[in-house]
């Protein structure tokens, strides 16, 4: 599969608990965006991370959420104390550069349900 | 800032009839545009983007885009619509240079291609 790939497809948990979402970026994609899809919403960018720099985290909603990325390879998002309103689909998207105008490739998405 | 304003949330169209979704957007500076399209259950697909130049762009499954400056607009055409067609559809901008990795887009429209 050449495509971006990401698990689980799908995630229901209880308030309270912690999720990790993971992204397995194009490879050789050194560029990795994660994005948030509220129900009836368009994207709402979280974080950008373009090789060895230091990530940009300002889309992140609050503390509670956080993101890793190994080199230029896999990713993973990371809510703690999940809460209702965190119910949405994440997507991940890689490029093979940073920035526009280079396009960003979208993987399907987890959807998350917070009970 | 940077925004998307996608004004309708749902397009009809008979199959065979030509389609438009309409675009409009707001960034300082000049923007690189895009249309993506999102079928059930799948992630983003990438249909095309401007860059520069040539104000009319063609991409993928026989869908266009003009870039109008002076109406800050991109909009999405066809001349044909196909039922396969029936989708939701999202525009999204960013600005040229520093911070262009973040895309902003808009809420979508959701095309229904009738029979």
């Known amino acids: 599969g050449a495509g971006v790939s990401q698990s689980p497809s799908n995630k229901v948990t209880e308030k309270g608990k912690d999720v990790e979402l993971r992204c397995d970026p194009i490879?050789?994609?050194?560029?990795l965006y994660w994005y948030r899809q509220r129900l009836g919403q368009g994207l709402e960018f979280l974080i950008y991370?373009?090789?060895?720099?230091?990530?940009?985290k300002s889309g992140l909603p609050s503390d509670r959420f956080s993101a890793e990325r190994t080199g230029e390879s896999v990713s993973t998002l990371t809510i703690q104390r999940t809460q209702q309103e965190d119910s949405a689909v994440y997507l991940c998207?890689?490029?093979?550069?940073?920035?526009?105008?280079?396009?960003?490739?979208f993987g399907p998405g987890t959807r998350l349900t917070v009970l | 800032a940077q925004s998307v304003a996608q004004p309708e949330d749902q397009v009809n169209v008979a199959e065979g009839n030509p389609l438009t979704v309409k675009c409009t957007y707001s960034?300082?500076?000049?923007?690189?545009l895009f249309w993506y399209v999102q079928y059930p259950n799948r992630g983003l697909q990438f249909l095309l983007k401007y860059i520069t130049g040539d104000n009319l762009v063609k991409g993928s499954y026989g869908f266009e885009a003009e870039f109008n400056k002076s109406q800050t607009s991109f909009h999405l055409k066809k001349p044909s619509a196909l039922v396969s067609d029936s989708a939701l559809y999202f525009c999204?901008?960013?600005?040229?240079?520093?911070?262009?990795?973040?895309?902003?887009f808009g809420k979508g429209t959701k095309l229904s291609v009738i029979p």
């Open positions: 490879s050789g994609h050194t560029a």
């Open positions: 960034v300082s500076g000049n923007p690189y």
């Open positions: 991370f373009q090789g060895n720099s230091a990530p940009d």
């Open positions: 999204a901008v960013s600005r040229t240079g520093a911070g262009s990795y973040q895309l902003t």
């Open positions: 998207a890689s490029s093979l550069l940073g920035g526009a105008p280079n396009t960003q490739y």
